[in-house]
């Protein structure tokens, strides 16, 4: 049997430049020990774009603004 030739990965492995773990799906998506916290939820406007169409500039301006201080 023979050995494999080492990939350029596993060079990087051997000589401690690339830790084996962080290749795991999502591990840059991680801060080290922990999981990343979830966004702030945004408020969602319910209107149509019928309601929008029927209203004003300053009617949609105005429901906005109030959605946006909830």
């Not at 990965?9 to 830790?19: C, F, H, P, T």
Request: hydrophobic letters at 40%; charged letters at 30%.
């Amino acid at each position: 049997m023979t050995a494999r030739p080492a990939s350029s990965y596993d060079e990087a492995v051997r000589l401690g430049r690339i830790d084996p773990a962080a290749s795991a799906y999502g591990a840059h998506l991680r801060r080290k020990g922990i999981l990343r916290p979830l966004p702030e939820p945004v408020a969602l406007l319910d209107t149509t774009p019928r309601d929008e169409a029927d209203a004003t500039l300053a009617e949609v301006a105005e429901t906005v603004l109030k959605r946006i201080r909830l």
